[in-house]
């Protein structure tokens, strides 16, 4: 989508960016608590960009976000299995280590 970028300010200058494209990345993020994701996109937004490997994503459906008339659908976006960072054997091994 358009995003409009200005600087504002005289004594403090700023960058501010603002569009429709912006508010809905906002609105998406701000569903990321109610639903206890780590990291949600739009699916256009997933479906757009290749899904870099180590990642999985899982369609969640439809939200009323705020400021939109229509349902946007949302995906989760996390590690696949045995691809996490800091897996339950790298901790245990990690303990024993610590342990001496």
């Known amino acids: 989508g358009t995003v409009v970028t200005a600087e504002v300010g005289d004594l403090r200058r700023d960058i501010v960016h603002s569009g429709d494209v912006v508010n809905t990345a906002a609105r ?3 569903e990321c608590r109610p639903r206890g994701e780590r990291l ?6 997933a479906e757009a960009m290749p899904v870099p ?7 969640l459906g439809d939200a009323l976000l ?3 008339a229509e349902a946007v659908a949302l ?3 996390s590690p ?3 691809d996490r960072l800091g897996s339950a054997d790298e901790e ?3 303990e024993s280590v610590a342990a001496g």
């Open 28 to 30: 998406v993020e701000a």
């Open 80 to 82: 696949r299995l045995g």
């Open 40 to 45: 949600l996109l739009s699916a256009r937004m």
């Open 53 to 59: 490997e180590g990642l999985t994503l899982r369609p």
């Open 75 to 77: 995906v989760a976006v």
């Open 66 to 68: 705020r400021g939109k």
């Open 92 to 94: 245990t091994e990690a």
